[in-house]
């Protein structure tokens, strides 16, 4: 059990409460000991809904399309049986206050069901904790999740994640890393008490993307930049933590599919989303309509999603070695192959291009062929759906910045309302384009899988 601790929460400037609160658990490492992350709350069970329309909110480190990117690739290929359908609301620089000034125009519109919210890197200006500065966010943050609720929009609140080290915009003074990071840890604990309060649910970036850091510089490499060259702006490794704390908030128990072999009757049984099209001498021939996750593509892409040649986990640019980070595959990326009544002790594996021998006691425990094969007959496929994701997405951002918002802080609010009036037909026309575009890339893949006696 967890030990519980007394800590201050300063939530709207009303009142300095103290309150029990239990707490993550910590590394034992002394780096950690000043932090004091408020146990995040789980997830009841699955938050999504079939036909969810889900607003992905944030910053610029949402506006990189990279976290909500990897967030619509698992929705629309792991999890196709729930129809999901995905939006990106990023804007760089933006803080809580101001997704909230911009939300009924740009995202409301557009009827969400569902929404994810990343905000705090920049509300938190840098600096350590302030009272007067995090009522400000606490007030906005509330405000966005009540006007979410009024128009029946189902709430995810994302914390900020950490930074691996002072960005060069920072305010000029004497503060550490330490010190902007205790502040972010504040922020995240004052979106758990708004989520609790506010009986939303809540997403977790900030501590999984700490330890991460710390983990990866310690198991990888001491300039390992999981936070990006910046230290703020990740690369495909620290989306991939992001990306993973939002995906457990909405629940999902992360089962692809099991494919259950009886060596000695040479049959096999598959779960939903997958059918066996032939049997014959341990070969295996499967349809599949739902893709486990793939950390590459077989070469690059216009969309740059990471190469198969690039799986190093030393490397901060690769969805694999952030996957190493958290439990991506264990929690959310398990397609499991069980191979029962074996005569022979060991069984070569083949599939698609990539072969390996595994003990029969391996196959009867079950193995995750997700990970044991990254680079396998999905990844083509699943590259073809990211760039598909990937040109949708990108026109989200010009479709809100440039058709529908001013940037240059021209227009009164009321004149942007009227502009978007005028840009939103045919803007979304494009944007039907681009997402019947990512439905069509979608499609069932067929493949072999052999099993060999050694």
């Given at each position: ?103 009924t125009n740009d995202c409301l519109r557009f009827q969400p069901t569902l929404a994810t919210t990343c905000y705090g890197m920049n509300d938190f200006q840098y600096r ?93 490499r001491a300039d390992y930049a999981l936070n990006g060259p910046d230290g703020v702006h990740p690369g495909w490794s620290g989306h991939t933590v992001m990306a993973y ?210």
């Amino acid at each position: 059990m967890r030990a519980k601790l007394l800590i201050p929460i300063l939530f709207l400037g009303l009142v300095t409460a103290t309150f029990a609160y239990q707490l993550e658990p910590k590394p034992s490492d002394p780096y950690f000991a000043p932090f004091n992350p408020v146990a995040a709350p789980v997830p009841a069970g699955l938050l999504l809904k079939p036909g969810d329309r889900l607003a992905i909110c944030g910053d610029s480190i949402t506006e990189q399309r990279k976290y909500s990117r990897i967030i619509e690739d698992y929705l629309t290929m792991c999890v196709p049986q729930l129809q999901i359908t995905t939006r990106q609301y990023g804007w760089s620089g933006e803080k809580a206050p101001g997704f909230l000034a911009r939300m009924t125009n740009d995202c409301l519109r557009f009827q969400p069901t569902l929404a994810t919210t990343c905000y705090g890197m920049n509300d938190f200006q840098y600096r350590p904790y302030q009272d007067d500065i995090g009522q400000v966010y606490a007030a906005s943050q509330t405000a966005i999740v009540e006007a979410f609720k009024a128009n029946g929009v189902r709430v995810i609140l994302g914390s900020a994640g950490s930074v691996g080290k002072i960005p060069p915009w920072a305010p000029k003074l004497d503060d550490t890393l330490l010190d902007l990071n205790l502040s972010l840890c504040q922020f995240r604990n004052l979106d758990i008490d708004i989520a609790e309060k506010e009986e939303v649910g809540f997403a977790d970036v900030f501590w999984p993307m700490l330890t991460g850091a710390f983990t990866a510089q310690r198991e990888y490499r001491a300039d390992y930049a999981l936070n990006g060259p910046d230290g703020v702006h990740p690369g495909w490794s620290g989306h991939t933590v992001m990306a993973y704390a939002f995906l457990k908030a909405m629940g999902l128990d992360g089962r692809i599919g099991t494919f259950t072999v009886n060596l000695k009757h040479n049959k096999m049984k598959v779960s939903a989303g997958h059918r066996v099209v032939s049997a014959k001498d341990g070969v295996f021939e499967i349809e599949s309509s739902r893709y486990p996750f793939c950390p590459c593509t077989a070469a690059p892409t216009v969309a740059e999603y990471p190469a198969c040649g690039q799986t190093d986990l030393s490397s901060d640019q690769s969805i694999l070695s952030g996957m190493s980070l958290v439990p991506f595959n264990q929690d959310l990326n398990r397609l499991m192959l069980i191979a029962k009544n074996g005569t022979a002790q060991n069984y070569a594996v083949t599939w698609g291009d990539d072969r390996k021998v595994f003990t029969a006691a391996q196959l009867k425990q079950g193995i995750n062929v997700a990970v044991e094969f990254p680079h396998n007959p999905f990844t083509d496929a699943f590259a073809r759906v990211d760039e598909a994701v990937a040109a949708k997405q990108a026109f989200e951002t010009d479709e809100i910045k440039n058709k529908f918002e001013d940037q240059h802080g021209h227009l009164t609010r009321a004149e942007i309302t009227e502009r978007t009036e005028a840009a939103v037909g045919p803007a979304e026309a494009i944007h039907d384009k681009l997402a019947a575009a990512v439905k069509a890339a979608f499609v069932p893949v067929t493949y072999t899988i052999k099993l060999e006696a050694q």
